[in-house]
């Protein structure tokens, strides 16, 4: 499954929701990430676990953001695009073909997490 297909699993996808915690495991090619869905009248913390971790990479928030005022992190998922990481189709040439790119927009920041890996799924919190 990949990280378009997980977000499926909710009304409004990956959209309008928030980025609470993430965790990293490079040496087991895993991450996980903890993000608050939103369910249309309230929202739902869900785990979202990544495996066959490729890449996380962040870009640089925008310099004028106070980040210590943000109290909660806003996101909205989607599918990579070239128009917003260039070297897409770079990566995408190296890459198996079970492997998917996803691309968090964070607006509070003017910035994007992007995520490459072969493998998400849903997980209890």
């Known amino acids: 499954m990949t990280l378009e297909e997980v977000a499926r699993a909710f009304p409004n996808a990956f959209h309008d929701c928030y980025l609470c915690a993430m965790a990293i495991d490079y040496e087991a090619h895993r991450a996980r990430f903890v993000i608050e869905v939103n369910l249309g009248e309230e929202y739902r913390r869900v785990n979202v676990i990544i495996s066959g971790l490729k ?23 989607r599918v990579t695009e070239k128009s917003f990481f260039p070297q897409l189709e770079e990566f995408r040439e190296n890459a198996s073909s079970e492997t998917f790119f996803y691309t968090f927009w ?20």
């Not at 890449?55 to 998922?77: K, W």
């Open 55 to 77: 890449f996380v990479i962040f870009d640089a928030p925008d310099i004028h953001q106070n980040l210590s005022t943000i109290q909660r992190l806003e996101a909205c998922g």
């Open 106 to 125: 964070l607006p509070q920041l003017l910035a994007n997490i992007h995520v490459s890996a072969t493998e998400a799924r849903l997980d209890t919190v």
